[in-house]
């Protein structure tokens, strides 16, 4: 939905969090977002209803009635107006799932072209991307082999940072520089627009996995690509042919999780900074990648780019996989789940989970190993989790020493 000119700017973003999306309230009369279940709307003139089913089809909002729920639903277009306004854009189009928003950009931008993607990528995203589903070619680069890896219908560069799952950075502005006249997306899911706005960098679209940090509590699944609205037209037009809109009730989970958004991030955040040092000292972990940590940001891109380093940590764990896996067993508190961003800290095995449909030799030349976990460190006490993630690494020491005994 195109967004109206919020009431808060970016300085004021906890105001805006709790705001956004909800300027006609008093008007309305309500104080929580109304939900719109309907699958069919009434078309009392049908010569308006065919302007209006018109509009639609070029990607533009209704004229009247909204038709069907397939092609527009007024739930899911607030939250789009939220996010919209979190993330400075003009317009922002919201899916089923964060890889039904990536496969609506991919149609309605590089259908027959050409894609470069920066590598890591969330599993997901590079399996899709080599899985041979899309009419797309796609040319796999490092940040600094953008430019090089262009060429003449090269139709968008794809990036993600933080990147999942080692917490490599990526300078957007400098990709955005590289890329010249061809448009970037940055997946910022694990920054929100809390740490990061890559529109302001240059970005022409930044996507999210709204299950993640925006919904916040772990019962949504969804996607949003915010964007300028010419492009917002395009993926309009991709979603109503595929079927790819939010439900109604995840759009309205969606808009109850944005106003605590920068409260849980920053409180995430510091909970992670609390554990880093603590992981990188314990025998049993041989290297932490985590934002700004012992050489991981060497461009200082914290602080510059982002306004912090987040709240996920990956961790290689002695002993590879057995010992990795005995860690998550030994938990208690931090729950064994993929996913991030909610109130309580997950954690998962990215080569056996996330990643594992990656060919091994990316896997490995990406940092992928056996032995890696990303922890996504939710709202709980610091020392608690603390506690339960070193009962997780005795757990871990006792599989490295049986090990080495049947050695």
Request: glycine residues 8%; aromatic residues 4%.
């Amino acid at each position: 939905m195109r967004s109206p000119a919020p009431a808060f700017g970016p300085q004021y973003l906890d105001a805006l969090a709790v705001h956004a999306g909800r300027e006609d309230f008093l008007s309305l009369g309500v104080h929580a977002p109304p939900i719109d279940l309907s699958s069919t709307y009434p078309v009392p003139d049908p010569d308006a209803g065919t302007a209006s089913y018109d509009e639609m089809a070029a990607g533009g909002l209704p004229q009247g009635s909204a038709i069907y729920a397939r092609l527009h639903n007024p739930t899911v277009a607030r939250a789009e107006q939220a996010v919209a306004q979190l993330e400075g854009a003009e317009s922002c189009v919201a899916f089923a799932s964060g890889m039904a928003a990536l496969s609506a950009a991919l149609l309605a931008l590089a259908s027959g072209r050409h894609v470069v993607a920066v590598r890591p990528l969330y599993g997901g995203t590079d399996h899709l991307l080599t899985a041979n589903l899309l009419p797309v070619r796609v040319t796999f680069a490092a940040a600094h082999e953008v430019r090089d890896a262009l060429c003449s219908d090269t139709a968008l560069v794809l990036v993600e940072t933080p990147a999942n799952p080692t917490l490599a950075l990526h300078d957007i502005a400098a990709i955005v520089h590289a890329a010249g006249d061809v448009p970037v997306m940055v997946d910022s899911t694990f920054a929100t627009p809390v740490l990061q706005r890559p529109l302001e960098l240059g970005a022409a679209l930044v996507m999210h996995s709204a299950t993640k940090f925006l919904g916040g509590h772990g019962d949504v699944v969804a996607g949003v690509i915010a964007t300028s609205e010419a492009y917002a037209r395009r993926l309009r037009q991709v979603r109503i042919l595929t079927g790819g809109i939010l439900h109604p009730l995840a759009a309205f989970l969606l808009l109850r999780g944005l106003p605590t958004l920068p409260m849980r991030v920053r409180l995430a955040q510091a909970n992670a900074q609390a554990l880093v040092a603590r992981l990188a000292a314990h025998p049993m972990v041989t290297q932490v990648h985590f934002p700004g940590h012992d050489g991981s940001d060497p461009t200082g891109l914290v602080g510059r780019q982002m306004r912090g380093p987040g709240s996920l940590i990956a961790f290689e764990v002695r002993g590879g996989h057995d010992c990795a896996v005995a860690l998550m067993k030994a938990l208690k508190v931090i729950t064994p789940a993929v996913s991030l961003g909610s109130t309580d800290s997950l954690i998962q095995h990215p080569a056996g989970l996330t990643h594992r449909l990656l060919d091994p030799a990316v896997r490995a030349a990406e940092g992928i190993t056996d032995g890696l976990l990303r922890l996504s460190v939710g709202l709980e006490e610091p020392d608690a989790l603390w506690a339960d993630l070193e009962q997780g690494l005795l757990a871990a020491t006792i599989c490295l020493e049986q090990e080495h005994a049947v050695v």
